[in-house]
DNA sequence: GACGGTATCGGTGATGTCCCCGATCCATCC
DNA sequence: GGATGGATCGGGGACATCACCGATACCGTC
């Protein structure tokens, strides 16, 4: 199956080259030019991969993987970006991007780094790996943790509530399922992480700047 | 009645001197050049306040501090360094210390810094008294917020423990006291802090980094 | 000596937490 | 096509949490 591309940029003119050069390769389900736009619309229509701009006014690209992946765990981020500073790339890694290329790839790298994070691979430019490897070494950036893949998208969607407090009750609500369902999946999530009850999985959750 | 003081510093030649200026004035009930040790006796002799020297091999002034307040959040610690420079003042003061003075004080200063910790106040080297003003604007150090000081000490004791998850069981374990004793304490807390829960008050602690 | 605050302990009761057990539905994998 | 695992829901039960009662005792202040 063709995998389901989502294009956030600030410059319209930008977009519509990407997409242009996307379509065909890949299924571009939709685009947004302002941040609270592309939360709306992401939420929507449930892509696979976002192609996402750093710098945008509104809170930029960090504002919009946070607010997805608090309801959309499984959606992978690129980041795609004039800039190569280190701030810029710590910044939206530790938002929860699965990868950051600069804007100067061409498309055939582009698809490739689309395919590779679809796969779940941290993609980088050539020219930022070096850099990111110690920023690695420093401080791992919060979503590539690998305990955190035992967890299926609702475990961890669930996770994070239950690590901000919520009672069972609550998380039922707004997930708008049932509590014994969030028990259950309360349950899965204290097994797979070997933790004994709320208050140690929020002291986990803390540490490892997840919530 | 005499103030019961405590003497922590690693140069022993010091320890002696300060020590002979004090007693007469107020009881000396123990001295410790070395930060373990100081951890246990301070515990054993319950002093009113304790004299403490900065920086110290394994973890320094701010660890004895830590240490003791967890246990004994009515002990008052007056730091005294030669050191007078601003990190030395934050990092001691963020830990709980309710003053700072510096080696070239005078006996009759010591004295009269001595009881004005032990009465409560926040005692500071005069060129130390602007900086620390500074400080105050930008952030606030811990153990001087007012909202602390509507806790007993019990009371202190107890919501330390409740904000780092420990069930009401594991608390009267701790302190040696009855589950409903603990449940009494949690209550004046909540009612006092004005949150409804022990997830708010984790947050709570967690935001003036008292835990 | 009365009063207020702290520390201690107990009972009752509603609600929340977490475990055990069970079940159905659905997508993917071999 | 059956096996596997995720997501959904339910019952029952042990225990924890927290509020609202009550009580006694030790302090210090006024």
């Excluded at 992946?69 to 499984?74: A, D, F, I, S, V």
């Excluded at 795609?80 to 530790?94: F, G, K, N, Q, T």
């Excluded at 790839?105 to 582009?110: V, Y």
């Excluded at 990111?132 to 299926?152: I, K, M, T, Y």
């Amino acid at each position: 199956m063709t995998i389901r591309v989502f294009l956030v940029d600030d410059h319209e003119l930008f977009l519509a080259g990407v997409r242009s050069e996307l379509t065909g390769a890949v299924e571009v389900c939709g685009t947004a030019s302002e941040v609270d736009i592309a939360i709306e619309l992401i939420a929507e229509r449930t892509p696979d991969v976002v192609l996402i701009d750093v710098h945008m006014p509104n809170g930029g690209g960090q504002r919009v993987i946070r607010e997805v992946l608090r309801e959309q765990p499984e959606v992978r981020f690129l980041a795609l970006s004039v800039s190569d500073a280190p701030d810029d790339v710590i910044a939206i890694i530790r938002a929860g991007a699965r990868g950051y290329v600069t804007k100067t790839i061409g498309s055939n790298e582009l698809l490739d780094a689309i395919e590779r994070v679809h796969d779940g691979d941290a993609v980088f430019s050539p020219r930022l790996a070096g850099f990111v490897l110690d920023a690695f070494a420093s401080g791992p950036p919060a979503n590539l943790d690998p305990e955190l893949d035992q967890l299926s998208p609702r475990e961890q969607q669930v996770m994070r509530f239950i690590a901000r407090g919520y009672t069972y009750k609550e998380v039922a609500r707004e997930l708008v399922i049932s509590v014994k369902t969030v028990e259950s999946h309360a349950s899965s999530v204290f097994r797979k992480l070997q933790l004994s009850n709320r208050h140690e999985l929020a002291r986990w959750a803390t540490d490892r700047r997840i919530i």
